[in-house]
């Protein structure tokens, strides 16, 4: 079973479009939130603090699935359930199921599901203006799985 961290999400009234609908475009935003969250709940630093002591810029996202299953809305409250699914040498793949509490006992609700692939970063040493890909550090591989 893969580490798994949960990141609690408050849904806003301006989070949402006319209809009363969460906007697609904050699962994403959450999601990318709930990804720095699992490193900092593994027990790694902020990105700005690794850039300084390791060279790691971050890991910026290369590619994102999200599947919706059912909508939300201001004023309830979301969990976001994060893992890695799969450590390559420069890429990561991350998931994320976002839920809804159940109500009266019920399951939670699955309201969208995300799936993306991450790169660690650093400066290009020839031009520091460019991120350039490096190996998934093996102790942090260690510590996040």
């Known amino acids: 079973m893969p580490r798994t961290t949960t990141f609690s999400v408050a849904v806003q009234f301006g989070d949402c479009d006319p209809a009363g609908i969460v906007f697609f475009p904050n699962f994403s935003r959450w999601m990318d939130a709930a990804s720095l969250s699992f490193f900092m709940q593994c027990g790694l630093s902020p990105w700005r603090e690794l850039v300084k002591t390791r060279g790691i810029v971050g890991t910026p996202l290369l590619e994102i ?21 799969e450590w390559r040498n420069k890429v990561f793949v991350q998931v994320h199921r976002v839920t809804r509490a159940g109500i009266d006992g019920a399951a939670d609700e699955l309201i969208c ?33």
């Open 65 to 85: 699935n999200t599947r919706f299953v059912k909508t939300a809305t201001y004023g309830e409250t979301l969990t976001i359930t994060t893992h890695v699914e």
């Open 113 to 145: 599901e995300g799936r993306e692939v991450r790169a660690f970063t650093q400066r290009d040493a020839a031009n520091p203006d460019r991120l350039r890909a490096m190996p998934v550090p093996e102790d942090i591989r260690l510590m996040c799985s």
